[in-house]
């Protein structure tokens, strides 16, 4: 098992959905994403939190192993975000964002971490993207993620950033406009000449797909009846995926489509309850039992006619 570096936000979320309403619970990407990862790595956090923020949740994080020697906390509060989701969880409206101490986020990795083999950079600004690639060695697999945002406003560094990342994880609006092709396996083609070997591109219930050196590959969403909150679904899949590949032998082609399975695993369990509470009873059974689940959902014979 290797170590896994996550650096991104940890945040505090109000959510409102059809199901009901839950304030100031515990968010952000780095958050999911390194909860969901522990299931198979040894996940290390660099983010930053506010005096605000609860013991509680601090102690949650080191039940999972996460390590958080990276994680600084500063007098202010933590990043704050409020938003609510359409009755059948297609769109979302931002209520509230307050950065707080989140909009001074520098981060450091302690220099013990700087030798890890693999690294997430979650979905922050792409100048401190780069500021935290300068600052590890030789990892043997660099994912990130990012969004509109970023692509509309902060292009130029984005670049500079995809040209030393491994995976990118992003869904399929931003794909298309990321590449200027409406088509995906265009708009994953072009994006894997910008620089990284593979391109996870996320269709909410619609799946994922994977366009790598092995070709392209289908990993659907796992069939629920009931979605109570789809927020950090996918940095539940990111984390799911980085951290079946954390404690892989090899990162063969086969590895990395297991990986894909395994995402799904992770973000069908985020979004059965709000927040991380569903990824907080979660056991390791239940994941192995779901993954085989989906696996049998995409078996099939061919009919001898």
């Not at 299931?39 to 192993?65: E, P, W």
């Not at 489509?257 to 390791?284: I, K, N, P, T």
Request: some cysteine.
């Amino acid at each position: 098992m290797s170590d896994l570096v996550v650096v991104g936000s940890v945040a505090y979320d109000s959510i409102a959905t059809a199901k009901a309403t839950r304030p100031r619970v515990l968010g952000g990407s780095a958050s999911h994403f390194s909860v969901a990862a522990s299931f198979f790595a040894r996940v290390k956090l660099v983010a930053v939190v506010g005096d605000d923020f609860d013991q509680a949740h601090l102690d949650f994080f080191k039940s999972r192993n996460i390590a958080l020697d990276g994680l600084e906390r500063k007098s202010g509060k933590t990043f704050f975000w409020s938003g609510r989701y359409s009755d059948d969880f297609v769109h979302r409206t931002s209520l509230d964002t307050q950065l707080n101490v989140f909009a001074d986020f520098s981060p450091k990795l302690p220099l013990p971490w700087c030798d890890s083999e693999f690294l997430f950079l979650g979905n922050i600004h792409p100048a401190l993207q780069l500021d935290v690639l300068g600052q590890v060695k030789r990892p043997r697999l660099i994912g990130m993620d990012t969004m509109n945002f970023w692509i509309e406003g902060e292009l130029p560094a984005l670049k500079k950033v995809l040209e030393r990342v491994d995976v990118l994880f992003i869904n399929d609006e931003e794909a298309r406009q990321l590449a200027g092709e409406h088509n995906l396996p265009r708009a994953a083609r072009g994006i894997r000449k910008m620089g990284p070997r593979s391109v996870v591109i996320k269709r909410g219930d619609s799946g994922a797909l994977l366009f790598h050196e092995g070709g392209v590959f289908a990993a659907p969403a796992y069939p629920l009846e009931e979605v109570v909150d789809p927020t950090g679904a996918g940095d539940s899949f990111a984390g799911g995926f980085m951290g079946y590949l954390a404690q892989a032998t090899e990162l063969s082609p086969q590895a990395v489509r297991a990986a894909m399975f395994y995402g799904s695993v992770l973000a069908s369990f985020c979004v059965e309850d709000f927040s991380l509470d569903r990824l907080r009873r979660l056991q390791q059974s239940e994941v192995e039992t779901r993954y085989h689940a989906f696996r049998e959902l995409t078996h099939f014979e061919d009919v001898i006619l």
